[in-house]
């Protein structure tokens, strides 16, 4: 079957680094996003990886291992309102998203 | 640009009413339109897929006699809830793609509520 694996919750301190982790399993793979969620408020697109590596964007950036079905978010220079859910998705041979349940991240002064 | 607009924000209905909410891509042509239900504290939880110009396809546990989807053109989608129960208010989201773009791009939200 499809699965995808994230952590419930993390808390990590402003300023600080976070590694959001995500493990995978699809039906043929057509890439991994990444979305944050506030509460109460619609996702929003974080980033997208097909291809192995790491994709850097401002403090977010996003790794993709195609062959560990592994991906993580990193979040550099944490700022309060980086408090949020953090949403992996893996689109499959269909091009359908199939979601985690999110991580949420708290982050303390 | 990919804006994705949800109408109503928030609706409050009693129970045996139905509610219909729009879902319209603002600047792009969206060949398909997503429908989730997000319950509090809860992830996404993708009720259907509908493009345009055909029926759409729910997922499993879904009642498509309950909630009717229609995707009339290619920049707006409908969910119609039909006689609402209180078990039915939820965080309604809709997103659309791109024919060129694999990206879904969310609305806003609606928050139905009944009452």
């Known amino acids: 079957g499809q699965n995808i694996d994230q952590p419930t919750e993390m808390t990590a301190t402003e300023g600080a680094i976070v590694q959001i982790n995500c493990t995978y399993q699809?039906?043929?793979?057509?890439?991994l996003f990444w979305y944050q969620q506030h509460a109460g408020e619609a996702p929003t697109f974080l980033s997208y990886?097909?291809l192995d590596g790491l994709e850097e964007k401002g403090r977010f950036s996003s790794f993709l291992s195609r062959s560990k079905g592994y991906s993580y978010l990193l979040l550099k220079e944490l700022q309060m309102k980086d408090s949020a859910s953090y949403l992996c998705?893996?689109?499959?041979?269909?091009?359908?998203?199939?979601w985690g349940a999110g991580t949420k991240l708290i982050i303390k002064p | 640009g990919a804006v994705v607009s949800q109408h109503p924000s928030r609706v409050i209905c009693k129970s045996g009413t139905s509610v219909k909410i729009e879902c319209r891509s603002l600047?792009?042509?969206?060949?398909?339109m997503f429908w989730y239900r997000q319950f509090p504290k809860q992830s996404l939880m993708l009720m259907a897929t509908?493009?345009?110009?055909?029926?759409?396809?729910?997922e499993q546990g879904v009642e498509k006699d309950k909630f009717l989807i229609n995707h009339a053109s290619l920049t707006l989608s409908t969910l119609t809830v039909t006689s609402a129960h209180p078990e039915d208010s939820s965080f309604y989201i809709c997103?659309?793609?791109?024919?060129?773009?694999?990206?879904?791009?969310f609305g806003p939200g609606t928050r139905l509520t009944v009452t």
């Open positions: 997103s659309a793609r791109d024919r060129t773009d694999y990206e879904q791009y």
């Open positions: 998705a893996a689109m499959d041979s269909n091009y359908q998203l199939i």
């Open positions: 990886n097909v």
């Open positions: 509908s493009n345009e110009g055909s029926k759409a396809t729910y």
């Open positions: 600047d792009f042509q969206a060949t398909t």
């Open positions: 699809t039906s043929g793979f057509n890439g």
